[in-house]
């Protein structure tokens, strides 16, 4: 059974930060790319970070240097630290592997705003 459970959105003002959980299924978790996804409403989903079963990294420009994706394999569980926060940032956040699976969990919402 495929489990993706995103928590820890929230409203935070510019600047700001908010650390996000997935917690994934143990065989999605441990022999895939997983990445962290972000949409707003009338735009197509993007991946803004990803990372493999070897801890190798990646993310969209648009959050280089502001946002760490890791992963804790024991609490099948992956993060996504977001700093320096924009209002750009405000979507709902998604976790999936990479390629996605046709199943996607609820999102998290993230608003940015002061």
């Known amino acids: 059974q495929v489990q993706l459970v995103e928590s820890g959105g929230g409203l935070v003002q510019p600047g700001g930060s908010l650390r996000l959980s997935c917690v994934v299924s143990?065989?999605?978790?441990?022999?895939?790319?997983i990445g962290w996804y972000r949409q707003v409403p009338g735009k197509q989903r993007e991946l803004v970070a990803r990372?493999?079963?070897?801890?190798?990294?990646s993310y969209a420009d648009s959050v280089k240097d502001r946002f760490t994706i890791s992963k804790d394999n024991a609490k099948n569980t992956v993060y996504l630290q977001m700093n320096s926060l924009k209002p750009e940032d405000t979507a709902v956040y998604y976790c999936?592997?990479?390629?996605?699976?046709?199943?996607w969990g609820q999102g998290t919402q993230v608003t940015v705003s002061s």
């Open positions: 990372i493999n079963y070897g801890d190798i990294t």
């Open positions: 143990d065989s999605i978790l441990r022999f895939t790319i």
């Open positions: 999936n592997r990479f390629p996605t699976l046709a199943y």
